[in-house]
C-alpha cells in the first residue's frame, strides 16, 4: 500500500550508498527532494528551449526567413544531430567528472545559442543555431545518471520515469508558451512579428541560466557528497560493518566478473532467490552468517532491531561495488556499449523515444494540414497536448515497471518494455491508416498512443540503471543517444514523404513493432554481473 507520506517526509536510505528507498518529490528542503526537483525542472527548461523553434517555425518564422517545407524538415532534422552527439559524450563526462557538472555544462552552454536566436537571418543560419541548441537535449542523460545516484533499486525506475516525464512535458509546454509569449509581444506590447519571434527566446535563455545556476550551488554530486570521494563512503560503510575491500579498483577500471574469494556467496544469474536477497525490497530470504543493516530514515547505520535487512558479507561488498560508479577506459567502454543487454535498452528507445522527437517535430503541421481551421495558435494548443501527457503517462512506465519489478524480477521490467512498444506500433499504424480528418479520431488516436509510447520511455529507464550499472553514464549516455538516432531516422523518412504524414506514422509503428520482437529473447541482464538485481 502506497504511503502518501513518503512524498515529503524524509526517506529511509540504504546504508551502503546511502540511496533513498522513497522519492520526497514535495519535499525540496529535503536533499533528495532538491535533487529531484532540480532534475526534472531544469531538464524541462532544457527541452522547452530545444523544441522552442517547431510552435512558431511552420507559419511565423518561415514567412519571416523565407523558408521551405524542406528548409523546415532539414531544421528539424539537425536539431537532433548535435544532441546525439552531446548524449554519447555527455554519458562518460558523467561517470568520469560527475552528472550535476556534466548537467550544468550541457544548460549554460546551449543556452548561449538560444539567447542568439535573434541574430537568423536565413535558412542556413537556422540551421547553425538549431544544431547548437541541440546540446539542451543531451541534458537528459545528466539528469537520468544524477537521479539514478540518489535512489535505490525499489523506487529508481518511478524516480527516472517522473524526471524524464517531467522533463519531457517541456515538449508540450513549448507549443503553449512560445505562441503565447509571442501573441504577447506582438498584441500587448506593439512588437512587429519579425521582432517579437526574436525577443521570444531571451525568455527561455533567462530561465536556463537561473536554474543552472542554482542547481550547481543548491545541490550535491551524490548523497555522500564530492564525486571524486564516491567510492570513500561506500568503503567506510561496509567498514562500519566489519567487512574489508576495496570499491573501486585503481586505476579506475571496472568489470562485471566476480573478483570474490572461493567458497563466499555471489549472486550468479537474474534470479534473486539465487543470492537468497530480494534485491526489490533489500530483505534477505536465507540465513546468513553476517552483521545485519538497518535502513533509517537518517542513514545511521544501527545494529540488530526492527524492520532489517540481513545480508551476507560477500553480498554486501557485491552490492557496494555494483553501485559505484567508475572511469572508463575505452575497452571497456566497448564492451558495455556492445553487451546485447545494452542493445535491447537501445533499440527500445530508438522505437519509442525517436518516435516522440519526430512526431513532436511535426505534429502542429500534420493538424495544420489536417484541420487548417485551427491556426498556428490553436494547432500549437492541441499539439502541447502530446509532450504534456508526459508528466502522467512517462511517469506510469517507471510506477508499473517498479511494481512489476517488486513482485517478479528483471524480467518482469523487460517484458513490459517489449509490451508496450508493441502496442505503440499498433497505435501508430492505426493513426497512419486512417490519416482522420475527425478531431475526435484524431486526437483520441494520438492520446492513445502516447500513453503506451510514453509509458515505454519511462519503462525504459526503470530498466537502464539494472545493466552494466558499473557504468551507468555510459549506458545511460548511448540509450538516450539512440533515441536521439531514431528521431533522426524517422524525421529523415518524414522530410522525404512530404506532407504524407499518414504514411509515415505507419512506417514507424511496422519498424518498431518489428524491432521491439527481434529484441525480446535477449536476457535483461548479463550472467554473472554484479550488482544490478
Not at 526534472?40 to 521551405?68: H, Q, R, V
Not at 532534422?77 to 558523467?94: K, Q, S, Y
Not at 517579437?196 to 530561465?207: K, M
Not at 566476480?258 to 550468479?268: D, F
Request: aromatic share 12%; with cysteine.
Amino acid at each position: 500500500m502506497f504511503d502518501v507520506t513518503t512524498l515529503w517526509r524524509a526517506p529511509e536510505v540504504n546504508p551502503i550508498n546511502r540511496k533513498a528507498r522513497s522519492i520526497p518529490g514535495l519535499n525540496p528542503i529535503n536533499m533528495y527532494g532538491r535533487v529531484f526537483t532540480f532534475a526534472w525542472f531544469a531538464f524541462m527548461l532544457a527541452f522547452w528551449s530545444w523544441y522552442a523553434f517547431p510552435p512558431l517555425l511552420t507559419i511565423t518564422i518561415a514567412k519571416d526567413l523565407g523558408l521551405t517545407p524542406i528548409d523546415i524538415a532539414n531544421s528539424n532534422i539537425i536539431a537532433l544531430v548535435a544532441t546525439l552527439l552531446v548524449r554519447l559524450v555527455a554519458g562518460p563526462a558523467c561517470d568520469r567528472f560527475g552528472p550535476r557538472y556534466t548537467f550544468a555544462a550541457c544548460l549554460f552552454i546551449g543556452a548561449i545559442p538560444t539567447a542568439l536566436a535573434g541574430a537568423v537571418t536565413s535558412a542556413r543560419g537556422l540551421l547553425a543555431l538549431r544544431f547548437f541548441i541541440g546540446i539542451l537535449g543531451g541534458s537528459f542523460v545528466p539528469c537520468q545518471v544524477w537521479s539514478t545516484g540518489f535512489f535505490d533499486k525499489n523506487v529508481v525506475g518511478s524516480a527516472n520515469a517522473f524526471t524524464g516525464g517531467f522533463g519531457n512535458a517541456g515538449g508540450g509546454i513549448t507549443y503553449f508558451l512560445m505562441p503565447a509569449i509571442f501573441d504577447s509581444l506582438v498584441y500587448s506590447h506593439g512588437l512587429s512579428a519579425h521582432v517579437a519571434w526574436r525577443v521570444t527566446f531571451i525568455v527561455p535563455f533567462i530561465c536556463i541560466v537561473a536554474v543552472a545556476t542554482a542547481l550547481l550551488v543548491c545541490c550535491p554530486d551524490t548523497p555522500t557528497g564530492k564525486w571524486s570521494e564516491r567510492h570513500l563512503a561506500a568503503e567506510q560503510n561496509l567498514a562500519s560493518h566489519g567487512i574489508t575491500g576495496d570499491v573501486v579498483d585503481v586505476p579506475g577500471g571496472f568489470s562485471d566478473k566476480k573478483t570474490h574469494s572461493p567458497g563466499s556467496e555471489s549472486p550468479l544469474d537474474d534470479r534473486k532467490e539465487d543470492s537468497g536477497i530480494d534485491y526489490a525490497t533489500g530483505h534477505s530470504h536465507a540465513g546468513t552468517e553476517t552483521g545485519k543493516i538497518d535502513f533509517t530514515a537518517t542513514g545511521i547505520t544501527k545494529g540488530t532491531g526492527d524492520h532489517e535487512a540481513q545480508i551476507g558479507e560477500q553480498q554486501m561488498l557485491d552490492t557496494a561495488r555494483g553501485e559505484v560508479i567508475q572511469k572508463p577506459t575505452l575497452k571497456e567502454a566497448v564492451h558495455v556499449v556492445f553487451s546485447p543487454q545494452t542493445l535491447v535498452l537501445m533499440g527500445g528507445y530508438f522505437c519509442s523515444f525517436g518516435a516522440e522527437l519526430a512526431i513532436n517535430s511535426i505534429l502542429g503541421a500534420y493538424y495544420i494540414k489536417n484541420f487548417p481551421a485551427e491556426g498556428q495558435t490553436g494547432s500549437g494548443n492541441w499539439a502541447a497536448m502530446f509532450g504534456l501527457l508526459n508528466v502522467a503517462f512517462r511517469p506510469l512506465g517507471g510506477i508499473i515497471s517498479d511494481s512489476i519489478y517488486r513482485h517478479s524480477n528483471v524480467w518482469g521490467k523487460k517484458i513490459l518494455l517489449h509490451s508496450l512498444a508493441i502496442i505503440t506500433g499498433v497505435f501508430l499504424i492505426a493513426i497512419g491508416v486512417t490519416n482522420s480528418h475527425d478531431t475526435h479520431t484524431m486526437f483520441g488516436l494520438i492520446a492513445g498512443m502516447a500513453f503506451f509510447l510514453e509509458a515505454g520511455n519511462g519503462a525504459n529507464f526503470s530498466l537502464v540503471p539494472h545493466v552494466h550499472p558499473y557504468a551507468n553514464g555510459i549506458v545511460s549516455g548511448v540509450t538516450g543517444a539512440a533515441g536521439n538516432l531514431g528521431g533522426i531516422v524517422f524525421a529523415i523518412i518524414f522530410r522525404f514523404n512530404g506532407v504524407n504524414y499518414g504514411k509515415v506514422f505507419w512506417i514507424i509503428g511496422i519498424m518498431t513493432i518489428a524491432i521491439n520482437v527481434s529484441l525480446s529473447w535477449i536476457r535483461p541482464i548479463p550472467k554473472g554481473q554484479i550488482g544490478g538485481r
